[in-house]
């Protein structure tokens, strides 16, 4: 698990304690759901979380981690103040969604994926918000801004940079 | 009205069910007459929309505004404001309904809340500039059901989504909920009649298989073992449909029962929902309704005083597209990587930790308690000879009205996009319609007079799917409408086997070179070698049908790819690496508007003098060429 560079400090492992409480009478198949519960309370899931987890349910932590890189919801890395997810659905696709990914990459200078470097935004994809009738959609944290063009998108993020 | 889940009442039989039901309907029935007596001094309901489509356009605010003027005009206990479901017209939203006078309000604003208070609550007069006006006459139309897109519509699985208030238990009570469960119980000892009676309705699997419902049902019931399972697959992950998502956000208790009586059928004990994490709202008012129906004894031990018991659980989906396919579902469900696996064993023999288990998705299940209440026959008396009943659409991509429609089975495709839908946006020429999602394909315009069924759509070389429908126009690319499906395939591969993890990867490189303008001759050719190979070998339904989108615009669209192959020209102007914007000098005057429209500062020039683009920062937006459009200085080749 070398691979995965995550700031390093004191994390205050004690909150994992009332998930596995939770979880625990669900013993058969609640391995996702404790993931989901631990990311929702730390923001993304740090290598000791994972090594807990993998204590507490007497799972190998390759199994863990392989469940975890197979979901796309699991982050190993902390994200940015706001998170935007721009929407590639099929019904965003043919009204222009690329366009709003273009300049979302080229005004916040990241790719999918990726952090600002002031760790305001992390932007990323998703395959469908189910808001079709809105295309194209992007979500900004948890507001959807629907029948976005280009030049709408300075000012949604600069409404974000103030908040 | 919220309930508290301790005040609910446990029914303990189908006499306290129906008793129930004639308590709820006077507080309802200013809905359904507009003569009814007010209960309780409620003279009006306002029913709004807050499914997610609506709530994004600002639907929230919308009941935020009424619940506020209404107590600053000491209102609030003669009007009910309702939080509903989806109304399907998702293109009009924020929307809402006001009873007893059944006036239809579209595209609203805070600020008509005012409005809508003085003339429709006080004095019973629509207010104008809200309605709905119909395209063509230009007149205002009042009631919902005379809108164009609705009249063609036949919303027997709908009938509650937009109409009950998802949150309250009662509501779906009065308008007949849990009476197909009491109708069943007391059949309990007849299960193999119940299931005569799904088999005679016809239904089909909506989820893009089209399996037989009832045969599907027979074989998990006769499988051997005594722990049996059912799954909801509501794991709705093909990009562009969202008819899940609206059933489970505007009538949840409809799926619940569905999945009770099945299991009453199947003889399982539990049932899984698998719902996406990216459906927090379906999410949380399933959860709400799951707790209702416990506590009033429709799920639990001894249902309705019976010895039936019977318990479902919610298991939240962590993003991956090929958990749709029911044995990575069940892996998923179990906690593992959501990968297929072979089959045989089928689910019905070996399925969720290895007992018989049947798995149906919302739709399909969500159409059983109307069977047994109203029997096979009635839903087998829509529809076509062998696809029967209702199905679901979703209206997305350049059409006029987006939203959900319902409509049986046989209905042709020309009548969904234009009579229903409205036809294609900005007067723009149709050129296909888009069915199946990444495994469908796409009917062209000669081909969209046929009724669609299950067996029309895969003659014609696409697939129901799970129903969603992309209407593209003429500036849509069909090599990069291809593209964007294999870019979708590729990344949701889950990379088991070899045909599709390396296959979808090599035809999307081939496709990816053609929009660029580096295809080369013989790459149609190989698209199709690799595309028959990888339907004979994938592993699973997702890599099978991955060529899907390929083959489909091949056939239909197969000009557009020698444009770009061999002319390197992209004849919808779509492709972005052969396509320039410019500006013609002699005709910009130095206005500006272009300057100030570019995202990505990529246009230079001072005020009056005429402006340039920089094309090593030009995003080729068209943002520029929207801006200009008075003076026409701005070109795209």
């Known amino acids: ?163 | 009205m919220n309930h508290n889940i301790e005040d609910l009442p446990r029914l303990a039989n189908a006499q306290e069910l129906e008793a129930l039901k004639n308590r709820v309907l006077p507080r309802l029935a200013i809905r359904k007459n507009p003569q009814a007596q007010p209960y309780n001094d409620i003279t009006h309901h306002i029913m709004i929309c807050c499914d997610t489509g609506c709530a994004s356009s600002g639907a929230k605010d919308i009941v935020e505004a009424f619940q506020k003027e209404l107590t600053s005009r000491n209102m609030e206990k003669s009007v009910e404001v309702v939080v509903i479901g989806c109304h399907g017209f998702c293109e009009m939203g924020p929307l809402l309904v006001v009873y007893p006078d059944d006036f239809y309000y579209i595209r609203l604003r805070p600020d008509d809340v005012s409005d809508i208070i003085d003339e429709t609550i006080i004095n019973h007069r629509p207010v104008p500039k809200l309605l709905y006006h119909d395209r063509e006459t230009l007149r205002p139309i009042v009631r919902y059901n005379e809108i164009g897109f609705y009249a063609k519509q036949n919303r027997i699985l709908l009938a509650n989504c937009g109409h009950i208030n998802p949150e309250d238990v009662f509501e779906y009570i009065a308008y007949d909920g849990y009476k197909a469960l009491a109708k069943a119980l007391s059949q309990k000892d007849d299960t193999a009649g119940l299931l005569e009676e799904v088999k005679k309705s016809g239904l089909r699997g909506r989820g893009g298989g089209g399996f037989p419902t009832g045969r599907k049902w027979e074989l998990c019931r006769q499988a051997p073992g005594d722990t049996k399972y059912i799954i909801c697959n509501a794991d709705e992950g093909d990009p562009g449909a969202f008819m899940d998502r609206s059933l489970m956000e505007g009538d949840p208790h409809r799926l619940l029962e569905g999945m009770i009586i099945g299991g009453l059928i199947i003889g399982a004990q539990e049932g899984y929902i698998y719902v996406r994490a990216e459906y927090p709202t379906a999410v949380k008012r399933l959860t709400n309704a799951l707790a209702q129906a416990e506590a009033m004894g429709f799920l639990g031990e001894n249902i309705l005083g019976t010895d039936f018991s019977f318990h479902i659980h919610i298991k939240e989906g962590a993003g991956a597209f090929v958990c749709g396919e029911e044995t990575a579902l069940m892996r998923s469900i179990e906690g593992q990587r959501g990968m297929p696996t072979a089959r045989p064993p089928f689910p019905a023999i070996s399925g969720l930790w290895g007992q018989p288990t049947n798995n149906n998705n919302v739709e399909t299940w969500a159409n059983v308690p109307g069977i047994i209440l109203r029997g096979g026959d009635w839903f087998a008396s829509f529809g076509t000879e062998k696809s029967k009943g209702t199905k679901v659409f979703a209206l997305t991509g350049k059409i006029r009205n987006t939203g959900l429609a319902e409509v049986s089975m046989g209905m042709t495709m020309r009548e969904i996009i234009y009579d229903i839908g409205g036809g294609v946006q900005n007067n723009k020429k149709f050129k296909a319609v888009q069915i199946g999602g990444p495994s469908g394909g796409c009917l062209p315009e000669s081909m969209i007079d046929r009724p669609v069924d299950y067996d029309s759509l895969i003659e014609a070389g696409a697939m129901m799917g799970s129903g969603g429908l992309v209407v593209v126009d003429e500036d849509t690319c069909m090599v990069a409408l291809a593209q964007f499906f294999l870019t979708f395939t590729r990344d949701e591969s889950c990379g088991k086997c070899t045909p599709c993890r390396e296959g979808t990867t090599r035809m999307l490189n081939i496709l990816t070179n053609i929009t660029k303008g580096k295809g080369k001759a013989g790459d149609i050719e190989l698209l199709e070698e690799l595309a028959r190979n990888i339907k004979l070998s994938a592993l699973c339904g997702l890599g099978q049908t991955s060529p899907n989108p390929i083959l489909s615009t091949l056939t239909h669209f197969r000009d557009e790819y020698k444009a770009h192959i061999y002319e390197k020209r992209c004849p919808a102007h779509h492709c972005v690496d052969l396509i320039a914007y410019w500006i013609d000098p002699d005709r910009c005057v130095g206005c500006g508007a272009c300057k100030k429209k570019c995202p990505v500062q990529a246009i230079d020039g001072s005020p009056k003098k005429p402006h340039a683009i920089d094309v090593s920062r030009c995003v080729k937006c068209g943002a520029c060429f929207g801006a200009c459009r008075k003076n026409q200085a701005i070109f795209k080749k």
Do not use: W
């Open chain 1, 1 to 163: 698990m070398s691979s995965i560079s995550a700031p390093t400090g004191a994390l205050d492992l004690t909150k994992l304690e009332p998930i596995f409480e939770t979880y625990k009478k669900l013993a058969r198949g609640s391995l996702i759901p404790v993931l989901q519960a631990a990311q929702e309370e730390y923001g993304y899931l740090p290598t000791t979380v994972l090594e807990t987890i993998a204590e507490r349910t007497s799972a190998p932590i390759s199994q863990i981690y392989g469940v975890v890189t197979f979901y796309s919801q699991f982050r190993l890395l902390p994200r940015g103040r706001h998170v935007i997810r721009a929407c590639q659905g099929t019904a965003c696709h043919v009204r222009s969604s690329s366009m709003i990914l273009e300049t979302l990459k080229s005004s916040l200078g990241v790719t999918p994926g990726g952090t600002t470097t002031d760790q305001q935004f992390t932007l990323e994809t998703v395959a469908c918000l189910g808001a079709c009738s809105l295309a194209p959609v992007m979500m900004v944290d948890n507001e959807a801004h629907g029948r976005l063009r280009p030049d709408k998108i300075l000012e949604i993020l600069d409404k974000y940079r103030r908040k």
